[in-house]
Structures are given as structure tokens and as C-alpha cells.
């Protein structure tokens, strides 16, 4: 049964395991599958998804209406999402921002071109910890494997992340740590620390709150 972090009549929030797709896949019961039949009594609409090595912070609707009010959040980039990624690879430069197009490339990746199709903007900073060098992300566009992608861009492929290049792991370190949004005028905040991987250990989700502090980072402007 998945980690259900909050409900309510409108949406819930889940905690999705890293290496469970959002669909099922031939025999695999993937997210929404795997809720129907652990609360069939409820109907779930997706609204946005994380790929399948992505664990953390996931949003499904309760009803048509919440459905449809999240996908235009979603669309207008209403929804503040943040994430952590582990690489063990210095990247070119430690904070900033990833801009350019996504093209498809070989085998199901994408790659980014320095035209202005299919854009994604995404902007982080990073720090060092026990071996390990951490990013905070957060993306303003919301494009397939954008942050896998964009990491791989600045020369720090993310651990576990095998199709982007990164050192194979126990696990793909990437976490969908933050939520923030306003719904029917009260603004929602949720945090989920990962809880899954060896490198994920609780000593570095302490250093991930003290040193991303989303009170003190200052993040550069959308415009």
C-alpha cells in the first residue's frame, strides 16, 4: 500500500517509491493501479507524474473538478515543486541556471539544443556532502527527464540514473522533496524526505534542511 502523507475531498498526496512507474506495466502495478485497488471505493485522476526512479511527493485528484483545477496550476507553473539529486560527479559550475531546448535523442533520452524548442529552464544549487554532491532543483518548466537532463548538461549525471550516464546505484537518486502551491486561498506546503536508498540516510536529509533552507535560499527570479 503506498504512503499516503495528506487527504482531503479534493486530492491526496503520496509518497511514491523510487522504481514504481506512475502506469502499469505488463504485470507491474504502477501508481494509479496500485491506489484503485487499495481504495476502490475511491475514484483517482492524475495530474502530473514523476518517472519511475523518481521517488517522493506525487498529487492525484479526488474528482473531475480538482483534476482540472491542477492541470491549469500545473500549466501556468502555479505549483512550486523542488527536488534532490545525488551525483558523484563535479558539476561545471555549483549553483545557477539550465536553459535550453529539449530535443529527443537515441534510445528514449532526450538532450538539450541551444534552440528555443520545446524549452526548459531549471535552477539549483548544490553543496558537498560526505562524497556526494547534493542538488536542490527546482524546475520551471515541466518537460520529460528536464532534471536528469539538465544535470547531465552541466557534467554531473545523477547516481543510479543509468540512461543519463550516472554511476550505477541501488537506487536513482531523485526525490521530490517540496510542494507548494495555493488551493481555494490557502497555501499549501508539503515536504517529504527521502526515506529509500543507502546515500538517502536521515543524517542527509538533517544536512538537506539545514543547508536548503527554503527561507534563505534565494532563488533568482521567473522572469
Known amino acids: 500500500m503506498l504512503p499516503i502523507l495528506f487527504r482531503c475531498d479534493d486530492y491526496w498526496v503520496i509518497d511514491k517509491p523510487a522504481g514504481m512507474s506512475f502506469h502499469s ?4 502495478m504502477g ?6 485497488a487499495s481504495y476502490p471505493e475511491q475514484t483517482f485522476y492524475p495530474v502530473h507524474r514523476l ?6 511527493l ?8 480538482a483534476a482540472a483545477e491542477f492541470g491549469r ?12 539529486a545525488l551525483s558523484n560527479r563535479k558539476p561545471r559550475k ?29 535552477q539549483f544549487f548544490s553543496s558537498f556532502y560526505q562524497g556526494v554532491r547534493v542538488f536542490i532543483v527546482r524546475p520551471l ?18 547516481l ?22 495555493d488551493w481555494h486561498g490557502e497555501d499549501k506546503v508539503y515536504v517529504c524526505k527521502p526515506n529509500t536508498g543507502a546515500l538517502f540516510s536521515p543524517d542527509l536529509g538533517d544536512f538537506v534542511t539545514a543547508q536548503f533552507d527554503e527561507s534563505l535560499l534565494k532563488w533568482p527570479s521567473k522572469k
Open 141 to 158: 518548466t515541466g518537460k520529460t527527464h528536464q532534471i536528469r537532463v539538465a544535470l547531465k548538461s552541466i557534467g554531473s549525471p545523477i
Open 51 to 56: 518517472d519511475k526512479m523518481t521517488s517522493g
Open 73 to 84: 496550476m500545473f500549466e501556468k507553473h502555479e505549483v512550486e515543486k523542488r527536488y534532490l
Open 25 to 28: 506495466e505488463s504485470e507491474e
Open 58 to 65: 506525487l498529487i492525484v485528484a479526488c474528482h473531475a473538478k
Open 31 to 36: 501508481v494509479m493501479r496500485s491506489l484503485s
Open 160 to 181: 543510479g540514473d543509468d540512461r543519463y550516464g550516472g554511476e550505477s546505484s541501488d537506487r536513482g537518486y531523485l526525490h521530490a522533496y517540496r510542494l507548494q502551491f
Open 94 to 122: 555549483k549553483q545557477g541556471m539550465i536553459a535550453g531546448g529539449m530535443s529527443p535523442s537515441r534510445r528514449g533520452q532526450w538532450k538539450l539544443t541551444k534552440d528555443g524548442e520545446n524549452m526548459a529552464v531549471t
